[in-house]
């Protein structure tokens, strides 16, 4: 379980350290810094896969991504006695994220390459550091694998470091290039919890969404991002998944309704949806958004292969306020299996979390002269201990 995520200077997270736990629920207002949270837990999953650079491109490369703000803000600033200005930077530019889990951390800082007035590729950032080590807290004795630039060192059983420094591309994470179980398990061990993890958000529902088509189904105990295989992903559930808390989740929702798949002959998956009153069952095409929805997070959070942490950005969108109750007992339910990281805006279905378990704590986000910080936080001392590694 991830204990510590840290973020500093993406967009307006310009030094945010947050604790999760098991069921942890962000939120805030409008503007608050929800999304970028959100982006930044996809950015640093990227990574695992050779995809930040590319993930930071579509952003609009690393410039545009960066804290816009100053470097520092006085008390004078922050008092209201001074008006906000630009200072000299004394730290390198750079996009910092990381994270502390049950056994390991990682963190990575990306910054501007070297200007080459040849290459087309100026934009493109280069790891500055990168290191993975054991504990809750980055120390020089428990790092495990440290990479300065394109140089990666690694730790040998006895304790002392090996030898042999590898090189690798600046463009390319160690946890891509330099997985190799034989010379550094550990940071294999991190590329693979990373890639386990999971995220939904905004599924399609319209008339053409994915979800709403006939399709040939298989075995799936993982849901499509965009939701096309929900049939089988259901019956998935049916067969070798929880199908009691199925069940339970449908007539939580839907008070005498029912659901059920069908298998024809050519293999292809259709929902039928069999609701109280009516003589015959709908399928996907004929269900309203915010069933069709609900029906994806079923799925999604039920799921029979459940992930090492799974992210929900804005489930509460399309859904009627009296399905949220419901919502937040499926949530509740899948937390039982997995950690669970909630992004919303809708109080009531935080507070519909809160009723539902004990064991979920809230993270109310917050802008403090454009920078996204922790409301009611009682300090930078008291926040989770966290140390970046130093270029």
Not at 328 to 344: H, K
Not at 364 to 385: C, H, N, Q
Request: charged share 25%; with cysteine; net charge neutral.
């Amino acid at each position: 379980m991830l204990t510590t995520l840290a973020v500093e200077n993406y967009r307006s997270l310009r030094d945010l350290v947050l604790p999760l736990s098991r069921l942890t629920v962000v939120t805030g207002a409008n503007g608050s810094g929800k999304s970028n949270l959100y982006r930044a837990l996809r950015l640093l999953a990227d990574t695992s896969r050779s995809g930040a650079v590319a993930a930071l491109a579509r952003e609009g490369g690393l410039p545009s991504t960066l804290w816009a703000g100053p470097e520092k803000v006085g008390r004078a600033v922050r008092e209201g006695r001074t008006p906000l200005q630009g200072t000299t930077r004394s730290k390198p530019v750079g996009l910092r994220l990381g994270f502390t889990g049950d056994d390991f951390g990682y963190a990575l800082d990306l910054g501007i390459p070297p200007q080459d007035e040849k290459s087309a590729f100026n934009r493109d950032p280069e790891f500055k550091r990168e290191c993975v080590w054991s504990g809750s807290v980055l120390r020089d004795k428990a790092l495990l694998a440290d990479r300065a630039g394109p140089m990666v060192r690694t730790r040998e059983q006895s304790g002392a470091w090996g030898a042999e420094a590898y090189r690798i591309a600046p463009t390319d994470s160690m946890l891509t290039s330099f997985a190799d179980p034989r010379v550094s398990p550990e940071v294999l061990v991190v590329r693979e919890q990373i890639r386990s993890r999971r995220f939904y958000d905004h599924f399609r529902t319209d008339a053409e969404a994915p979800a709403r088509q006939v399709r040939v189904g298989t075995r799936t105990p993982v849901l499509d991002h965009d939701g096309a295989d929900l049939p089988a992903a259901l019956r998935t559930i049916e067969e070798i998944g929880d199908s009691d808390a199925l069940h339970t989740a449908i007539d939580n929702a839907f008070p005498g309704s029912r659901l059920s798949v069908r298998s024809g002959d050519d293999g292809r998956f259709e929902l039928e949806f069999h609701q109280h009153g009516l003589l015959r069952p709908l399928s996907a095409a004929e269900l309203s958004d915010g069933t069709l929805r609900y029906l994806l997070w079923v799925a999604a959070l039920l799921s029979s292969r459940p992930p090492q942490l799974l992210v929900l950005n804005e489930p509460e969108t399309s859904l009627h306020p009296s399905l949220l109750p419901a919502l937040a007992t499926l949530i509740a339910t899948a937390a039982e299996r997995t950690q669970v990281v909630v992004v919303t805006h809708a109080r009531d279905l935080v507070r519909a979390v809160e009723a539902s378990t004990d064991d979920a704590s809230l993270l109310e986000l917050e802008k403090e002269l454009g920078a996204t910080v922790l409301a009611d936080a009682p300090g930078i001392l008291d926040r989770p201990p966290w140390h970046w590694p130093k270029r």
